[in-house]
């Protein structure tokens, strides 16, 4: 089994800050890829920005130069800096993990959501 923990929602004004965490716990050997999606009400779930375990990222062309994407191996952790935040940037944060477990098993994960309110 595998554990994720979301924090760092939470409400700020346009041009804001926030800065997401993701911990991973558990059957753990590896974690490929950490991303973040966002999902508005009425809204599919999108993704935001990806890290592979080499480091390789990738962003939303919507959060390109505004959000940073990073990882703690060591901690099997994984942030979002969001800078300059928007009001369309308002919605659920989920991380996503791509983990292979213990068993040599290769499964994906969600976490809980964490909400981010943006006010103009």
């Known amino acids: 089994q595998v554990q994720l923990v979301e924090s760092g929602g939470g409400l700020v004004q346009a041009g804001g800050s926030l800065r997401l965490s993701c911990a991973a716990s558990g059957s753990i050997l590896s974690i490929n890829v950490m991303g973040w999606y966002r999902q508005a009400p009425g809204k599919q779930r999108d993704l935001v920005a990806a890290v592979t375990i080499s480091g390789s990222t990738n962003y939303a062309d919507s959060v390109k130069g505004r959000f940073t994407i990073s990882r703690d191996n060591a901690k099997n952790t994984v942030y979002l800096q969001m800078n300059s935040l928007k009001p369309e940037d308002a919605a659920v944060y989920y991380c996503?993990?791509?983990?292979?477990?213990?068993?040599?098993?290769?499964?994906?994960?969600w976490g809980q959501g964490t909400q981010v309110t943006v006010s103009s």
């Open positions: 996503h993990l791509e983990v292979l477990t213990i068993t040599n098993v290769l499964r994906r994960y």
